[in-house]
């Protein structure tokens, strides 16, 4: 019986054939419990118009399946992998092992140990293997790394950063207004 993570491999297989587009990131995460987390990722890196692929790939569960993948990141033109994973996450550090560009890390909170297992495992890498560790479920970050990380050699890419950056700075500065000119209570009520 197939299961449900190579039904989702395979159908993600029959939807890339015959795309044109080269990822410059890809996503990868232990299992589709990850989803919530991974597709901040997906959300960040589409508001900055950068190509990814995005599946679920488990080191633990279906190693020949992820060093396939890892082995063939490099040769589809990825620059950089967003791994996310939960509990034991070895995922992260086996990809970083394999894949020879920058690899983010995403420990996710899961059910247990409020996600301090995956964030130790993610980020505790041996000397010679790093991976760049966001903090536990912090998907839309590891975008953003990922995305700084291009944005060395893509100035197109850095405008879009800075001017993200940019926005950030009006909305605190308008919230500031707001608390001044309204005061705490209002501001929470009106919240
Ligand atoms: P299930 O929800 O499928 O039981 O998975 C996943 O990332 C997920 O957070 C529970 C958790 O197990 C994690 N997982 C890993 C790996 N494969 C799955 N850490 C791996 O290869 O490192």
Not at 46 to 67: C, N, Q, W
Not at 152 to 158: N, P, W
Request: glycine content about 10%; some cysteine; aromatic content about 6%.
């Amino acid at each position: 019986m197939k299961s449900l993570t190579q039904d989702i491999n395979t159908g993600y297989k029959k939807r890339m054939k015959g795309k044109t587009t080269m990822p410059k990131v890809g996503i990868v995460m232990g299992s589709d419990s990850d989803l919530k987390v991974m597709k901040k990722a997906a959300v960040m890196l589409e508001k900055l118009g950068i190509d990814y692929e995005m599946t679920i790939i488990s080191a633990h569960r279906e190693p020949d399946v992820f060093f396939e993948w890892a082995r063939a990141a490099e040769g589809k033109g990825i620059k950089v992998i967003i791994a996310g994973a939960g509990m034991a996450a070895h995922l992260p550090g086996m990809c970083a092992a394999l894949f020879p560009m920058p690899v983010v890390g995403v420990p996710m909170s899961g059910k247990n140990l409020g996600g301090e297992d995956a964030l130790f495992s993610i980020v505790q890498m041996p000397p010679g293997i790093p991976v760049a560790t966001v903090a536990i479920d912090g998907g839309m970050n590891a975008a953003i790394l990922a995305a700084k990380i291009l944005a060395v050699s893509d100035g197109e890419l850095l405008d879009k950063l800075k001017a993200y950056t940019a926005e950030m700075k009006e909305t605190v500065q308008a919230k500031a207004a707001k608390l001044e000119e309204i005061g705490y209570e209002a501001y929470l009520q009106d919240k």
